[in-house]
């Protein structure tokens, strides 16, 4: 119940156990132009979709690498742990950055987006967050990419947590880059980068004086299409290949309009629970991927986490940075569904009981079933 890793399904926990394929023969290939074509329906878009052997934070690197050369000029959109690491990213790169600053919990104000794009035209790059995981708040990402679609400046997403969990319509929306991780929504382990890149990033890719070598989306995307068979430049991680192949078919059997409609619920579940127990949500337009909790007065938020995993053996996370000791998230994405909120909503009522915080038992539980049972 962390907003990642989370919990993987058997099947592709299994799957990561199979004997080692060459990358560069056909069986493998096969499987890898499954997942190549297969991953686009998560990320709503028919445009490629880069698999780079990183963790999520290497696609942000290497979107930045790609999309804009030393000197030029990034708006980030820092809310966040997660939208600051943008903005961390692209001062490391030699990047000039303009922040529109968020207070935390909250989302950004599409005006304030507006001002920043016509203050700052030369922008080549605006990066935000669909779900900003350390504080558990959605970012309004449709309104934000009608925005930015008006501009010369290309708008780039982290959707790390918020793939296959929070509503996101890449070629709908007009999102330029979308980049996302295996092991939040996806249902695997950590370990894959994943980028999808729109016609204008294309177009745009090719004349950024960057310097890069492991990270060219080029090369990336020469393999991906020079061949009737898609390949990789480098070895590829061909275990979580193959699991997210399978992770795939799971995502498209269940469908992602009902995946993001058991998202909803589940958290909508999770919120009102909390609520029922006399707890504050931290954002104020909350994601569907997670729900982050102010820690009740005189509670350091370490102390629950540490209770619940180690009385309960579920896992939540406390908060990161200045949220530290004041929050807790509970993450309800991936393989979850109803059973896993409402233990893990019990289980809580008991570790807050346990530090006599004066809560009434079961009235979270009650909160979240009367949801449940009111849902089809
Ligand atoms: C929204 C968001 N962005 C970026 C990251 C960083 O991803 P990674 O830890 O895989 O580098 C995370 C991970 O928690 C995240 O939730």
Request: aromatic share 2%; charged share 25%.
């Given at each position: 119940m962390a907003p990642g890793p989370t919990e993987i399904p058997p099947q592709v926990l299994s799957a990561g156990g199979e004997p080692i394929l060459h990358h560069r023969t056909p069986e493998f290939r096969a499987i890898f132009a499954d997942v190549c074509e297969k991953i686009k329906y998560a990320f709503q878009t028919t445009q490629p979709v880069l698999t780079l052997a990183a963790g999520g934070t290497g696609g942000m690197e290497a979107t930045?690498?790609?999309?804009?050369?030393?000197?030029?000029k990034i708006i980030v959109i820092s809310g966040g742990v997660f939208g600051e690491r943008w903005a961390k990213i692209a001062e490391a790169l030699e990047r000039k950055v303009v922040r529109i600053t968020v207070e935390y919990g909250k989302a950004v104000k599409p005006e304030e987006v507006r001002k920043a794009l016509s203050e700052n035209p030369d922008a080549v790059l605006l990066c935000g967050t669909l779900s900003e995981t350390s504080t558990g708040a959605l970012h309004p990402i449709e309104e934000i990419a009608a925005i930015t679609k008006a501009t010369n400046t290309l708008f780039a997403?982290?959707?790390?947590?918020?793939?296959?969990?929070?509503?996101?319509?890449?070629?709908?929306?007009?999102?330029?880059?979308?980049?996302?991780?295996?092991?939040?929504g996806l249902m695997m382990p950590p370990g894959?980068?994943?980028?999808?890149?729109?016609?204008?990033?294309?177009?745009?890719?090719?004349?950024?004086?960057?310097p890069k070598f492991y990270w060219s989306f080029e090369s990336a995307l020469k393999k991906l299409t020079e061949d009737k068979l898609p390949d990789t430049p480098w070895t590829p991680n061909v275990s979580l290949v193959r699991q997210l192949q399978v992770s795939l078919q799971l995502i498209h059997a269940e469908g992602i309009e009902n995946i993001w409609a058991r998202h909803e619920l589940l958290a909508h579940a999770t919120r009102e629970a909390m609520k029922a127990l006399g707890l504050t949500l931290f954002a104020e337009t909350p994601s569907v991927s997670v729900t982050s909790v102010h820690s009740p007065a005189g509670i350091n938020s370490g102390d629950i986490v540490k209770k619940m995993r180690s009385e309960w053996g579920i896992s939540i996370v406390g908060g990161q940075g200045t949220m530290e000791g004041k929050i807790f998230r509970i993450g309800h994405l991936g393989y979850c569904d109803r059973t896993d909120v409402l233990m893990t909503i019990a289980?809580?009522?008991?570790?807050?009981?346990?530090l006599n915080v004066p809560i009434t038992l079961g009235a979270g539980t009650k909160a979240a079933q009367e949801i449940f049972l009111n849902s089809k």
């Open positions: 930045i690498v790609n999309l804009s050369a030393p000197d030029e997403l982290d959707a790390i947590s918020g793939l296959v969990a929070c509503k996101l319509k890449m070629d709908e929306w007009g999102v330029d880059a979308v980049v996302s991780g295996t092991q939040k894959l980068a994943l980028i999808a890149l729109s016609e204008r990033a294309l177009t745009a890719m090719k004349t950024k004086k960057s289980a809580l009522e008991c570790v807050l009981s346990g």
